[in-house]
Structures are given as structure tokens and as C-alpha cells.
């Protein structure tokens, strides 16, 4: 299958990063909180790739600028999620170190993308601050 434009941004491959981080963790804890907690946390951080996805694709500077706001909220919930399985003793250091290097470099990427979208700003090239692909 051939990779869509989105994919190849580094925002939207850090949100698979971090989706798929979670899903590890989660799957592994036992069926309540998994049902519970680990049910809002997965979807929480799916929602964030989805987001930009679903931006890339709707063909206005606009519409991609609304659903990359709703990214960040997706981000933050995910975080709230995330306070609340370390507050219960769900994580373990290493994943807690994971976890936060990955949110620590997408929220800044997140902006960084969404001050990118745009008339005058499509010249940019520098895909480490935008998340942006440089051909």
C-alpha cells in the first residue's frame, strides 16, 4: 500500500509512536482497568494520529488547522490518562520515561505543524521544527 502525504510527517509519526507505546502498556493491565481506565487512554491517544489524518485529508488550510486543534486537545487528554494510571501505580519507570519523552517532543511538534498550515507558510522546508516533510 502506498504512503499517503500525512504518514510521512514526523508529528503524525510520533502520535503512532505514542499510540502504540500506550497500546503496550495498556493491554497488559488486568480486565477492570483495562475496561476502564486503559479503554480511555487508548482511544485518547489513537485520537491524536486520527486527528492529523483526518486534517491532511479534508483539503482546506482551515479545516487541517481545526483538526490539528483538536490533536492537542487529544494530547491533553491523553495526558490527564496518563496522570491518572501513575497516580493508580499502572506504570512502570521505563514506561513513564518512554511515555514522556514521546509527549515532551509531539505537543511542541503539534504547534510547530499547526503555525506551518497555511497561504505563506508552505515554502517551509525545515521538517525538524514543523513536522513537515523536506522533498
Same mark, same amino acid.
Request: net charge positive; aromatic share 8%.
Given at each position: 500500500?502506498?504512503?499517503?502525504?500525512?504518514?510521512?510527517?514526523?508529528?503524525?509519526?510520533?502520535?503512532?509512536?505514542?499510540?502504540?507505546?500506550?497500546?503496550?502498556?495498556?493491554?497488559?493491565?488486568?480486565?477492570?482497568?483495562?475496561? @476502564? &481506565?486503559?479503554?480511555? !487512554?487508548?482511544?485518547?491517544?489513537?485520537?491524536?494520529?486520527?486527528? $492529523?489524518?483526518? *486534517?491532511?485529508? /479534508?483539503?482546506?488550510?482551515?479545516?487541517?488547522?481545526?483538526?490539528?486543534?483538536?490533536?492537542?486537545?487529544?494530547?491533553?487528554e491523553t495526558q490527564?490518562?496518563?496522570?491518572?494510571?501513575?497516580?493508580?501505580g499502572l506504570l512502570q519507570p521505563?514506561?513513564?520515561?518512554?511515555?514522556? @519523552? &514521546?509527549?515532551?517532543? !509531539?505537543?511542541?511538534?503539534?504547534?510547530?505543524?499547526?503555525?506551518? $498550515?497555511?497561504? *505563506?507558510?508552505? /515554502?517551509?522546508?525545515?521538517?525538524?521544527?514543523?513536522?513537515?516533510?523536506?522533498?
Amino acid at each position: 500500500m502506498a504512503r499517503t502525504q500525512f504518514e510521512e510527517l514526523k508529528v503524525y509519526q510520533l502520535a503512532e509512536q505514542l499510540a502504540d507505546a500506550i497500546w503496550t502498556i495498556a493491554k497488559n493491565w488486568p480486565v477492570f482497568v483495562r475496561n @476502564t &481506565l486503559g479503554n480511555q !487512554l487508548v482511544r485518547a491517544g489513537d485520537s491524536i494520529g486520527a486527528n $492529523i489524518a483526518e *486534517g491532511a485529508g /479534508r483539503g482546506s488550510f482551515q479545516d487541517n488547522r481545526r483538526f490539528i486543534r483538536i490533536a492537542r486537545g487529544s494530547l491533553n487528554e491523553t495526558q490527564h490518562w496518563l496522570r491518572r494510571a501513575f497516580k493508580r501505580g499502572l506504570l512502570q519507570p521505563d514506561e513513564i520515561t518512554r511515555l514522556k @519523552t &514521546l509527549i515532551d517532543e !509531539l505537543g511542541p511538534r503539534l504547534n510547530a505543524y499547526l503555525k506551518s $498550515i497555511g497561504p *505563506g507558510n508552505s /515554502r517551509r522546508t525545515d521538517s525538524e521544527s514543523t513536522g513537515i516533510p523536506s522533498n
